[in-house]
């Protein structure tokens, strides 16, 4: 909760907040006609996780790989 109220993405975050959102924007009077399913997929939850994907290998792989993946040498 903390990382989305920061103003983070997060996909599976994402795939409860937004949801809900839609969930009781329709069942309001007036709807927001841009709070929709197809926006909610193409325009957020497909670039997001792409995103976290790539930041998931960038920096926690990566930090792993820079913390045990060396080969030490030993005389």
Known sequence: MTFV???FEHSI???YYIP???FI???TSSPDPALNWSNF???NLVPVTLGNIAG???FVA???WYA???IETRL
């Open 5 to 7: 109220s920061s103003g």
């Open 13 to 15: 975050a994402n795939m």
């Open 20 to 22: 809900t959102g839609l």
């Open 25 to 27: 924007s329709s069942a």
């Open 41 to 43: 997929f193409i325009t």
């Open 56 to 58: 998931g290998v960038i």
């Open 62 to 64: 990566g930090a792993y």
């Open 68 to 70: 045990y993946g060396k």
